[in-house]
Antibody, heavy 119, light 107 residues
Framework: QVTLKESGPGILQPSQTLSLTCTFS??????????VGWIRQPSGKGLEWLAN???????YYNPSLKNRLTISKDTSNNQAFLKITNVDTADTATYYC???????????WGQGVMVTVSS | DVQMTQSPSYLAASPGESVSISCKAS??????LAWYQEKPGKTNKLLIY???TLQSGTPSRFSGSGSGTDFTLTIRSLEPEDFAVYYC?????????FGSGTKLEIK
Protein backbone atom coordinates (compact mmCIF):
# COMPACT_ATOMS: atom_id res chain seq x y z
CA GLN A 1 0.00 0.00 0.00
CA VAL A 2 1.44 3.34 -1.08
CA THR A 3 1.11 6.25 1.32
CA LEU A 4 2.69 9.67 1.49
CA LYS A 5 2.59 12.22 4.29
CA GLU A 6 3.83 15.78 4.28
CA SER A 7 5.17 17.68 7.23
CA GLY A 8 6.21 21.29 7.59
CA PRO A 9 6.49 24.25 9.97
CA GLY A 10 2.87 25.42 9.76
CA ILE A 11 3.71 29.08 9.90
CA LEU A 12 6.80 31.08 9.03
CA GLN A 13 7.76 34.67 8.42
CA PRO A 14 8.55 36.40 5.13
CA SER A 15 12.13 35.95 3.91
CA GLN A 16 12.56 32.68 5.81
CA THR A 17 13.23 29.30 4.22
CA LEU A 18 10.41 26.79 4.07
CA SER A 19 11.47 23.18 4.65
CA LEU A 20 9.04 20.42 3.82
CA THR A 21 9.37 16.67 4.32
CA CYS A 22 7.51 13.91 2.52
CA THR A 23 7.61 10.56 4.29
CA PHE A 24 6.36 7.71 2.18
CA SER A 25 5.86 3.96 2.24
CA UNK A 26 4.97 1.26 -0.23
CA UNK A 27 7.65 2.12 -2.73
CA UNK A 28 11.34 2.96 -2.83
CA UNK A 29 13.14 5.85 -4.45
CA UNK A 30 15.94 3.45 -5.28
CA UNK A 31 13.63 1.59 -7.67
CA UNK A 32 13.90 2.34 -11.38
CA UNK A 33 11.18 4.73 -12.50
CA UNK A 34 10.12 5.95 -9.10
CA UNK A 35 9.99 9.57 -8.08
CA VAL A 36 8.39 12.09 -5.75
CA GLY A 37 6.86 15.37 -6.75
CA TRP A 38 5.71 18.47 -4.91
CA ILE A 39 2.58 20.41 -5.82
CA ARG A 40 0.96 23.30 -3.99
CA GLN A 41 -2.50 24.85 -3.85
CA PRO A 42 -3.29 28.26 -2.41
CA SER A 43 -6.61 28.31 -0.63
CA GLY A 44 -9.48 28.34 -3.13
CA LYS A 45 -7.15 28.19 -6.10
CA GLY A 46 -5.75 25.62 -8.48
CA LEU A 47 -2.77 23.30 -8.38
CA GLU A 48 0.78 24.39 -9.15
CA TRP A 49 3.53 21.85 -9.79
CA LEU A 50 6.81 22.72 -8.09
CA ALA A 51 9.40 19.99 -8.57
CA ASN A 52 10.07 16.29 -9.18
CA UNK A 53 12.96 14.11 -8.09
CA UNK A 54 13.63 10.70 -9.61
CA UNK A 55 15.25 7.45 -8.53
CA UNK A 56 18.45 8.39 -10.37
CA UNK A 57 18.57 11.79 -8.60
CA UNK A 58 17.42 13.61 -11.70
CA UNK A 59 15.53 16.75 -10.74
CA TYR A 60 13.06 19.02 -12.46
CA TYR A 61 11.87 22.38 -11.22
CA ASN A 62 9.15 24.82 -12.12
CA PRO A 63 11.11 27.64 -13.73
CA SER A 64 8.78 30.23 -12.20
CA LEU A 65 10.32 29.36 -8.81
CA LYS A 66 13.48 27.56 -9.90
CA ASN A 67 16.00 29.75 -8.17
CA ARG A 68 14.18 29.34 -4.87
CA LEU A 69 13.56 25.60 -4.93
CA THR A 70 15.72 22.69 -3.87
CA ILE A 71 14.40 19.14 -3.96
CA SER A 72 16.30 16.24 -2.42
CA LYS A 73 15.79 12.73 -1.13
CA ASP A 74 16.88 10.29 1.55
CA THR A 75 16.39 6.90 -0.01
CA SER A 76 17.31 4.96 3.10
CA ASN A 77 14.60 6.62 5.17
CA ASN A 78 11.95 6.85 2.42
CA GLN A 79 11.81 10.63 2.52
CA ALA A 80 11.87 13.47 0.06
CA PHE A 81 12.38 17.12 0.86
CA LEU A 82 11.61 20.50 -0.61
CA LYS A 83 13.12 23.80 0.42
CA ILE A 84 11.80 27.16 -0.72
CA THR A 85 13.97 30.13 0.09
CA ASN A 86 12.92 33.71 0.72
CA VAL A 87 9.22 33.00 1.16
CA ASP A 88 6.54 35.64 1.05
CA THR A 89 2.77 35.69 1.52
CA ALA A 90 2.26 34.33 -2.01
CA ASP A 91 3.78 31.05 -0.84
CA THR A 92 0.91 30.50 1.60
CA ALA A 93 -0.68 27.27 0.41
CA THR A 94 -1.33 23.63 1.05
CA TYR A 95 1.69 21.65 -0.09
CA TYR A 96 1.31 18.13 -1.40
CA CYS A 97 3.79 15.44 -2.21
CA UNK A 98 2.81 12.79 -4.70
CA UNK A 99 4.29 9.82 -6.52
CA UNK A 100 4.91 10.21 -10.23
CA UNK A 101 5.66 6.92 -11.91
CA UNK A 102 7.32 7.25 -15.29
CA UNK A 103 5.44 9.86 -17.27
CA UNK A 104 4.91 12.48 -14.58
CA UNK A 105 1.36 11.66 -13.69
CA UNK A 106 0.69 11.50 -9.97
CA UNK A 107 -0.89 8.23 -8.96
CA UNK A 108 -0.71 8.64 -5.18
CA TRP A 109 -0.96 11.86 -3.19
CA GLY A 110 -0.47 12.86 0.40
CA GLN A 111 -3.14 14.66 2.40
CA GLY A 112 -1.23 17.91 2.19
CA VAL A 113 0.23 20.26 4.78
CA MET A 114 -0.89 23.85 5.23
CA VAL A 115 1.81 26.48 5.29
CA THR A 116 1.14 30.09 6.17
CA VAL A 117 3.62 32.89 5.56
CA SER A 118 2.84 35.82 7.78
CA SER A 119 4.65 38.51 9.66
CA ASP B 1 4.78 26.81 -20.37
CA VAL B 2 1.69 24.99 -21.60
CA GLN B 3 -1.40 26.80 -20.38
CA MET B 4 -4.35 24.55 -19.55
CA THR B 5 -7.80 26.12 -19.85
CA GLN B 6 -10.52 24.10 -18.15
CA SER B 7 -14.25 24.71 -18.52
CA PRO B 8 -16.72 25.12 -17.07
CA SER B 9 -15.40 26.16 -13.68
CA TYR B 10 -18.71 25.16 -12.13
CA LEU B 11 -21.23 22.54 -13.15
CA ALA B 12 -24.47 21.45 -11.51
CA ALA B 13 -26.05 18.12 -12.39
CA SER B 14 -28.31 15.45 -10.94
CA PRO B 15 -27.44 11.84 -10.17
CA GLY B 16 -28.00 9.71 -13.24
CA GLU B 17 -27.14 12.48 -15.66
CA SER B 18 -24.05 12.62 -17.85
CA VAL B 19 -21.62 15.53 -17.85
CA SER B 20 -18.56 16.61 -19.80
CA ILE B 21 -15.64 18.78 -18.77
CA SER B 22 -13.33 20.40 -21.28
CA CYS B 23 -9.61 20.99 -21.05
CA LYS B 24 -7.74 22.91 -23.74
CA ALA B 25 -3.97 23.17 -24.01
CA SER B 26 -2.19 26.23 -25.40
CA UNK B 27 -0.18 23.96 -27.69
CA UNK B 28 -0.22 20.33 -28.67
CA UNK B 29 0.41 17.89 -25.85
CA UNK B 30 -0.18 14.80 -27.99
CA UNK B 31 -2.37 12.61 -25.76
CA UNK B 32 -0.51 13.35 -22.55
CA LEU B 33 -3.36 14.55 -20.39
CA ALA B 34 -4.43 13.33 -16.97
CA TRP B 35 -7.60 13.91 -14.95
CA TYR B 36 -7.80 14.01 -11.17
CA GLN B 37 -10.63 14.07 -8.67
CA GLU B 38 -10.42 16.14 -5.48
CA LYS B 39 -12.78 15.50 -2.57
CA PRO B 40 -12.71 16.93 0.96
CA GLY B 41 -10.96 14.72 3.45
CA LYS B 42 -9.56 12.42 0.76
CA THR B 43 -6.33 12.37 -1.15
CA ASN B 44 -6.45 13.44 -4.78
CA LYS B 45 -7.30 10.57 -7.07
CA LEU B 46 -5.84 9.94 -10.50
CA LEU B 47 -8.71 8.97 -12.79
CA ILE B 48 -7.34 8.95 -16.32
CA TYR B 49 -3.95 9.45 -17.95
CA UNK B 50 -2.61 9.62 -21.47
CA UNK B 51 -5.90 11.13 -22.53
CA UNK B 52 -8.08 8.05 -22.28
CA THR B 53 -6.41 5.35 -20.18
CA LEU B 54 -8.35 4.59 -17.03
CA GLN B 55 -6.24 4.28 -13.91
CA SER B 56 -6.76 1.02 -12.07
CA GLY B 57 -9.87 1.33 -9.92
CA THR B 58 -11.51 4.11 -11.92
CA PRO B 59 -15.13 3.20 -12.65
CA SER B 60 -15.99 2.64 -16.29
CA ARG B 61 -18.55 5.47 -16.23
CA PHE B 62 -15.55 7.79 -16.48
CA SER B 63 -14.01 8.27 -19.90
CA GLY B 64 -11.46 10.58 -21.43
CA SER B 65 -10.99 11.60 -25.02
CA GLY B 66 -9.01 14.00 -27.14
CA SER B 67 -5.58 14.66 -28.52
CA GLY B 68 -3.47 17.62 -29.51
CA THR B 69 -5.01 20.57 -27.71
CA ASP B 70 -8.62 19.57 -26.96
CA PHE B 71 -9.62 17.04 -24.33
CA THR B 72 -12.81 15.99 -22.60
CA LEU B 73 -13.66 14.13 -19.42
CA THR B 74 -17.09 12.53 -19.56
CA ILE B 75 -18.91 11.00 -16.62
CA ARG B 76 -21.92 8.90 -17.57
CA SER B 77 -24.76 8.27 -15.15
CA LEU B 78 -23.46 10.31 -12.24
CA GLU B 79 -23.25 8.63 -8.86
CA PRO B 80 -23.47 10.59 -5.59
CA GLU B 81 -19.75 10.03 -4.95
CA ASP B 82 -18.83 11.74 -8.24
CA PHE B 83 -19.65 15.22 -6.97
CA ALA B 84 -16.21 16.71 -6.50
CA VAL B 85 -13.65 19.00 -8.09
CA TYR B 86 -11.89 17.79 -11.23
CA TYR B 87 -8.52 18.94 -12.55
CA CYS B 88 -6.72 18.24 -15.77
CA UNK B 89 -2.93 18.11 -16.01
CA UNK B 90 -0.65 17.91 -19.02
CA UNK B 91 2.19 15.43 -18.67
CA UNK B 92 3.79 16.02 -22.04
CA UNK B 93 6.51 18.39 -20.94
CA UNK B 94 8.01 20.30 -18.05
CA UNK B 95 6.85 22.37 -16.32
CA UNK B 96 3.85 20.20 -15.61
CA UNK B 97 0.72 22.34 -15.57
CA PHE B 98 -2.81 21.94 -14.30
CA GLY B 99 -6.16 23.32 -15.30
CA SER B 100 -7.99 25.62 -12.89
CA GLY B 101 -10.53 22.99 -11.87
CA THR B 102 -14.21 22.24 -12.35
CA LYS B 103 -16.48 21.95 -9.35
CA LEU B 104 -19.26 19.46 -9.99
CA GLU B 105 -22.16 19.95 -7.62
CA ILE B 106 -25.49 18.25 -7.11
CA LYS B 107 -28.39 20.12 -8.70
Amino acid sequence: QVTLKESGPGILQPSQTLSLTCTFSGFSLSTYGMGVGWIRQPSGKGLEWLANIWWDDDKYYNPSLKNRLTISKDTSNNQAFLKITNVDTADTATYYCARPPLGSIFDYWGQGVMVTVSS
Amino acid sequence: DVQMTQSPSYLAASPGESVSISCKASKSINTYLAWYQEKPGKTNKLLIYSGSTLQSGTPSRFSGSGSGTDFTLTIRSLEPEDFAVYYCQQHNEYPLTFGSGTKLEIK
